[in-house]
């Protein structure tokens, strides 16, 4: 996602970023992609295997072809494409659509100019120590409030205080990275963005950003990790 030699200082040449130049031309048509998964993601029972491919082997007429192509009956979800469209409809919707990619940006909740929390899902309205704390927008996205306090406590410590991962002049930029990882980042489900149980928690964000993290969000991501067949989340155990 980031350049590793960049500097604080540098904009944030997303992986996200990079895409969104290239969202318009892309040869794989993915429009309304979301609303095809399923209609109602308050629960992830039940809906996972609507949109999972056939498999491989199947008989069925609908899902395989007679030369070797895919069906078309069948849409496969692009998760890092549902993860972008979601990032920029939410970074519209707070009006920070610019000042994400720049590792130097203050949230604009924090300078008191932010949209106004009555115009804005219940998952996002600003927290008061979105309203106190300067921090980086990119922890605005988060759609847990008590996990959005938590990573703005974290990344207002001074370097010595903070867990390892969060240590370094681009630890904002590896938070980043992980969040968008494009296999086990944050994965989106259904076609509502601002619904927090659509939302599932990867392994590899969870591994390193673990202490934001309470019960409730981890419970939900591992019921879509069991529906997709993925393991439950869990911490990396160190060599004793």
């Keep these: 996602m980031f350049d590793n ?18 969202f318009s031309s892309a040869s794989i048509t993915c429009s309304g992609e979301e609303e095809l998964i399923f209609s109602n993601s308050e629960s992830p029972d039940g809906h996972l295997t609507d949109v999972m491919p056939p498999t491989w082997n ?10 070797g192509s895919f069906a078309d009956s069948y849409l496969l979800p692009v998760h890092e494409l549902t993860l972008l469209r979601a990032v920029l409809r939410i970074s519209q919707r707070m009006g920070c659509s610019q000042q994400l990619w720049n590792l130097e940006s203050i949230s604009l909740f924090s ?9 804005l899902p219940a998952a996002w309205k600003p927290t008061a120590a979105q309203l106190l704390v300067p921090h980086h927008p990119m922890l605005d996205f988060l759609p847990w409030p008590a ?25 904002l930029a590896n938070f980043a990275y992980d969040f968008e990882d494009n296999s086990e980042g944050v994965r989106i489900y259904g076609g509502d963005v601002y619904d927090p149980n659509s939302w599932e928690v990867g392994q590899v964000f969870f591994e390193r ?22 393991p439950p989340l869990a911490l990396k155990r160190t060599p004793s």
């Design 5 to 22: 030699n960049m500097s604080s200082s540098s904009s944030m040449p997303l992986l996200l970023s990079n895409a969104v130049s290239d």
């Design 58 to 67: 199947s008989t069925s007429p609908s899902s395989s072809s007679s030369d």
């Design 111 to 119: 300078q008191g100019i932010g949209t106004p929390s009555e115009q």
């Design 147 to 171: 996990v959005r306090d938590r990573a703005i406590d974290i990344f207002s410590m001074p370097d010595e205080m903070r867990p390892a991962s969060a240590t370094g002049p681009l630890a």
């Design 209 to 230: 950003w673990w202490f934001i993290f309470d019960r409730d969000v981890i419970e939900n991501s591992n019921r879509w990790r069991q529906l997709r067949g993925a």
